[in-house]
């Protein structure tokens, strides 16, 4: 065979395959955006379900409880399965568990029963389990190992630009333009507070209906695509358990300082809407886009804060940028008006660092423990199921809102005290 003819026929082998794992990438990284753009929806619900079911504050929080508790019961099974049958299956399983949860919004809208939302949630959150599971691994596979990092980064990207555009776009199609008050919808003839009530449940019908049907095209298009194998490097005869990594002070901190920065992440972006229009007496609508800044300020911040990271040590970065969410959530719960909505916005790109800064720091220098311990802080995201209940019974107690954030004041306190004492890797 002519040499020449060979070597148009290796690149063109290089070509394809390079177009194959672009493509590959291409999907993968939109999943980031599609469970970020989901997550982000979580401050549209809570106060459109609130006025829709005439729910407590603390009954609002087990929007945030169903979608974390699935994160936490279906960490482990989630794992089981990839081993057993490969990342693709697990990407496809869940891309399919992602769109039963987004459709079952449907019944639960017709039906008008508050319980049903909360069941669709949790099956979507499971299929985002098994997508987050295996997302990150395959970025990182899919290329050249040295621009692994980058690949990474841009993919996260994504999740914060999502951030941005679920409360607007979510505030447009689902929360109501109706300026009734509670007082009022309380005092209409039955019949008509049951329909009023009935349609305002119903407008998340459409959006989530769309949402399923793109993630079934998505899936689909997984289905047919050839993804590489991701080998797992773990030397056989290392000996670990759960146990001994936890002999790593640190680690076990890391833990701790992870469970509260979750909840008070949670309880400040979910809230956010809620809050907004009581502290500054803002419209749901208008909120939303307010919501929508608070997540472009969290990607901002995460850009802003790897820049400093290049001359400033990550537990000074990370002590630092606790110690101003904390000034910022006082200001959000003393001040009145439109500057608490500006305080928490302001807390949104301090808090942007800090689940990969307590993540790094929490793994750095436990050796063989590495892969438990970076699976115990991810299981640690439970605290984003448990703390929003706090927020929602102080809220419901107290009647204000602003009081119920004394929980994420709380919460950037222990973060405060990892980044300032408790990081450094220690054995004991």
Same mark, same amino acid.
């Given at each position: 065979m002519n040499p020449i003819?060979?070597?148009s026929i290796k690149n063109e082998t290089i070509d394809e395959s390079r177009a194959k794992n672009l493509f590959a990438l291409v999907l993968i990284t939109s999943l980031f955006f599609f469970w970020g753009f989901v997550h982000n929806l979580d401050p549209? +619900? &809570?106060?459109?379900?609130?006025? @829709?079911f005439s729910l407590s504050d603390l009954e609002t929080a087990l929007i945030d409880? *169903? %979608?974390? =508790? @699935?994160?936490? =019961?279906m960490a482990l099974p989630a794992g089981f399965l990839m081993k057993k049958y490969g990342y693709k299956f697990g990407i496809i399983f869940g891309l399919v568990l992602f769109a039963i949860g987004s459709f079952l919004f449907i019944p639960a809208a017709d039906t008008g029963v508050y319980f049903f939302f909360l069941t669709a949630l949790? %099956?979507? #959150?499971?299929? +985002?389990?098994? +997508?987050e599971t295996a997302a990150n691994p395959y970025v990182v596979a899919l290329g050249d190992p040295g621009s692994a990092t980058q690949r990474l980064n841009f993919a996260q990207s994504f999740n914060g630009l999502a951030a941005f555009l679920a409360p607007v776009i979510g505030g447009k /199609? =689902?929360?109501s333009e109706s300026s009734l008050s509670d007082q009022e919808i309380f005092s209409m003839l039955p019949l008509e507070k049951e329909q009023f009530l009935m349609n305002e449940a119903g407008t998340v019908k459409g959006p989530y209906a769309i949402l399923g049907c793109l993630i079934l095209i998505i899936a689909a298009l997984f289905i047919f695509i050839k993804l590489p194998d991701i080998k797992d490097t773990q030397v056989k005869d290392e000996k670990t358990s759960i146990l001994k990594a936890f002999m790593h002070r640190h680690l076990r901190f890391a833990i701790i300082a992870q469970f509260f920065y979750v909840g008070a992440q949670?309880?400040?972006? *979910? /809230? /956010? &809407?809620?809050? #907004?229009? *009581? *502290?500054a007496g803002l419209t749901s609508s208008s909120a939303s886009w307010y919501a929508g800044g608070a997540g472009l300020a969290f990607m901002i911040g995460r850009f802003v804060g790897t820049f400093f990271m290049r001359f400033t040590a990550p537990n000074i970065l990370l002590f630092i940028y606790a110690l101003f969410s904390m000034l910022l959530t006082l200001v959000a719960i003393f001040s009145h008006g439109i500057i608490t909505v500006y305080a928490l916005i302001g807390v949104s790109f301090f808090m942007s660092i800090m689940f990969p800064t307590i993540f790094s720091l929490g793994i750095a220098g436990i050796g063989k423990d590495t892969k438990i311990g970076s699976s115990l802080i991810v299981m640690s995201i439970v605290g984003g199921a448990i703390l929003p209940l706090f927020l929602g019974y102080i809220s419901d107690q107290t009647a204000s809102i602003q009081y119920g954030f004394l929980v994420p004041f709380f919460c950037f306190f222990v973060v405060f005290l990892f980044g300032l004492k408790f990081w450094k890797p220690r054995v004991n």
């Open positions: 003819h060979q070597t549209v +619900l &809570i106060p459109h379900l609130k006025r @829709a409880f *169903s %979608v974390f =508790i @699935a994160y936490f =019961i949790f %099956v979507l #959150a499971c299929g +985002l389990t098994f +997508l /199609f =689902i929360l949670v309880c400040v972006l *979910s /809230f /956010f &809407i809620r809050f #907004a229009t *009581s *502290s």
